[in-house]
């Protein structure tokens, strides 16, 4: 227990005994990542999302489990002439088409105008009625909805944080070699930067992946098959890397200039070690938030892919392949296209929330901001 | 201000011609398919093909055959390899559909993007700010077609409720009305995005600007609070809205909406893009481009000038 005193009498002395009183354990040094995660701490809505997205991210890593042990079929295997029980009634997964009420997915008794005629029609929902088989439904090739929806989640969540992780690669070299070098190497990739700034990112992204979806890719000793996962993560992290290398060089060059890089250089430090323990742990935090949010980014940038089929192709599943799927089927399987629309704003959803709260918690004035 | 147009002109022009280069490297370099092969048809014999290479020039050096397209662009003769149409004539037949797409939900999307920050920002905390923040993350996490093809199913004739038409695009000149009609949902569909991530920028920049030294000598000379965040608080703020809406805008003009053009069928030029993609067709890809490439160093110039407006300490440089 420290002694009352008063301001009059308070010296470097009182000030020193003070401390000396003080249980050891009480001043310690903290770094910015234990004060980063202190404010995170304390940021329950963060926690909240970060939660949810780990429980999509164990749902779909556990898509294997669910096909085998729960809806006894694979992502690909076709029911088309099958039938299965529901509630003890056998109930073909495909049924015969005819004139369908939109409204309510019931065949017409009336001849009105909300009837539309379709040529087969999938088994809808059947919410665990049917022993874990068909719970959102099947689509025209007889195909687990539910079961395609984790492996679809699955492909989708790999191509999003491996096409990240990719980007920010990329972008953190670009803008060390930018920030470290200046001059003439700086001009040259932020050339580069300029040049794809000008091309709308979809445009780019569909053009770069249709290319590639014919034939894949078998040049300069890389070997992509055409439907590999590959082409859909490799284009669009390279479609995004001048949207996080832009911002990341501005602070590399205004880092460059500081003090403690002119000890390093004095010191006789090497250009990579000055880069790379230097200069990289100082936007270390900007790297993560960008990592975080533009994991969401791509997640979304993907299906639009897909849906343009520049993306993830057929018979694979992925979030943007079901919503393509689904969208012929919505007027009488809503499901089919809700589903995936509803698990990507789910996950892209928690990515953002926490994505902010990380940075928020990481530097309270930051301004790191991603464009979309 | 002369230098400033002849640098900014001349930069234009060298980064359209090298994006059209990207597109084409892009098509020379991933083996794609012969083209030849393509424009002869399922049941061309050997022969066949080799004269369509010849007579098309595919057998030149790629250099050779790139600055042969640039010359049929300027000209206004390039043709499609697939459909053997005009690509200018096609991408102007796309134009109207992509303009009034663009401007109609660019009006909607600024309106709403800083009304929805502004409000926010003011009752910042209140549940108001709640509602909205919560909201606009919902909007940037959509998909933008998923929510077109949802708005469609739940609104557009065809699905539950038939309120709007589906899709499709009315020129002006026919029928002023069912133009607008027809528009407004791939309005709405493509601002929802917009509008979010507007007013998540805004609502910050304000927060920001609010604490400034010079919004607290306002209010110490008693100005009004309508006056000071009108005047001083929003004028700052609003400076990165512009860049974003002038790159955005003019990334839709050039046909960066193609995913919306493509849920709602309405034959701009974006879907005329996304086609052409589809059927590997080379010359409109290019044609697409330079147009695009074109609207968005046009806009990135004007945001530059407007920025030394609306700050006057920025010159453009």
Redesign the interface.
């Known amino acids: 227990m420290a002694q009352r005193v008063t301001e009059s009498e308070f010296t470097l002395d009182t000030a020193a005994a003070l401390a000396a009183a003080e249980p050891a354990s009480a001043i310690r040094g903290r770094s910015p990542w234990y004060l980063a995660w202190r404010r995170l701490r304390r940021n329950y809505v963060a926690f909240a999302f970060l939660g949810l997205f780990v429980l999509i991210l164990i749902a779909c890593a556990l898509a294997g489990v669910y096909a085998r042990h729960v809806a006894h079929t694979g992502p690909n295997t076709n029911h088309i002439l099958e039938t299965v029980r529901v509630d003890g009634k056998p109930v073909p997964v495909i049924s015969q088409g005819g004139y369908i009420d939109k409204k309510t997915g019931k065949p017409c008794t009336t001849g009105g105008s909300d009837c539309v005629l379709l040529s087969a029609i999938p088994i809808g929902p059947t919410w665990f009625s049917a022993g874990g088989r068909f719970v959102l439904g099947a689509d025209q090739n007889g195909r687990d909805i539910a079961v395609r929806l984790l492996y679809g989640g699955r492909n989708s969540l790999i191509v999003g944080i491996g096409s990240s992780a990719l980007c920010v690669f990329f972008a953190v070299v670009l803008a060390l070699l930018a920030g470290y070098f200046r001059g003439w190497v700086d001009f040259v990739i932020t050339r580069f930067f300029d040049l794809f700034y000008a091309f709308p990112v979809v445009l780019l992204g569909i053009a770069l992946g249709s290319a590639l979806a014919i034939n894949g890719f078998h040049r300069f000793g890389i070997n992509i098959q055409s439907g590999s996962l590959w082409i859909p993560t490799l284009v669009i992290s390279y479609v995004l890397i001048p949207y996080v290398g832009r911002p990341l060089r501005g602070q590399v060059l205004s880092l460059r200039e500081k003090e403690f890089v002119e000890a390093a250089i004095a010191q006789g430090a090497s250009p990579l070690r000055i880069m790379f323990t230097d200069l990289l742990p100082n936007i270390a935090s900007s790297v993560l938030v960008f990592f975080t949010l533009i994991i969401a980014n791509n997640i979304v940038l993907e299906a639009g892919l897909s849906y343009l089929g520049a993306g993830v192709q057929p018979p694979t599943p992925s979030w943007g392949t079901l919503i393509t799927d689904g969208q012929d089927l919505i007027v009488t399987r809503p499901w089919l296209a809700l589903a995936p629309g509803i698990a990507i704003i789910l996950t892209v959803l928690s990515l953002n929330v926490f994505g902010d709260g990380l940075r928020d918690a990481l530097d309270p004035r930051a301004k790191v901001k991603v464009e979309h | 201000m002369a230098a400033f147009f002849v640098r900014r002109t001349v930069g234009a022009a060298l980064?359209?011609v090298?994006?059209t280069f990207?597109?084409f490297l892009?098509?020379i370099?991933?083996?794609?398919?012969d083209p030849a092969q393509r424009i002869a048809g399922k049941n061309a014999t050997q022969q066949n093909i080799v004269n369509i290479r010849h007579s098309w020039g595919f057998d030149q050096p790629f250099y050779v055959q790139y600055w042969r397209m640039l010359k049929k662009m300027f000209s206004g003769t390039l043709v499609s390899y697939t459909s053997q149409q005009n690509v200018i004539q096609q991408i102007k037949q796309g134009m109207p559909a992509t303009f009034s797409l663009t401007i109609g939900a660019g009006i909607i999307w600024l309106l709403f993007g800083i009304s929805v920050g502004v409000i926010a920002a003011v009752t910042a905390g209140r549940l108001s700010d709640r509602v909205i923040t919560v909201l606009a993350?919902?909007g940037?996490?959509?998909?933008?077609?998923?929510l077109g093809?949802?708005a469609r199913?739940y609104l557009a004739e065809?699905?539950?409720t038939s309120i709007f038409p589906d899709g499709e695009y009315v020129p002006f000149t026919q029928s002023p009305v069912q133009w607008f009609w027809h528009l407004l949902l791939p309005w709405l569909v493509l601002a929802v995005?917009f509008i979010g991530?507007y007013g998540r920028?805004l609502r910050g920049n304000i927060l920001d600007t609010i604490n400034e030294d010079y919004v607290r000598t306002a209010k110490a000379k008693g100005l009004s609070r309508r006056r000071i965040l009108l005047k001083h608080v929003l004028r700052t703020s609003l400076i990165p809205i512009v860049t974003?809406f002038g790159l955005d805008f003019a990334?839709v003009l050039?046909?960066?909406a193609?995913?919306t053009e493509?849920v709602f069928d309405l034959h701009g030029v974006?879907q005329y893009?996304?086609q052409s993609?589809?059927n590997?067709d080379l010359p409109p890809?290019m044609g697409?481009?330079l147009y695009?490439?074109f609207f968005?160093?046009v806009f990135s110039v004007l945001v530059d000038l407007f920025y030394a407006y609306l700050d006057p300490r920025i010159r453009p440089t």
């Open positions: 980064v359209c090298a994006v990207v597109v892009i098509f370099v991933v083996p794609g398919g993350l919902i940037i996490s959509m998909p933008v077609f998923w093809i949802v199913y065809g699905g539950l995005l991530f920028v974003l990334a050039g046909g960066g193609i995913l493509t974006g893009a996304a993609i589809n590997f890809i697409v481009t695009g490439a968005i160093v």
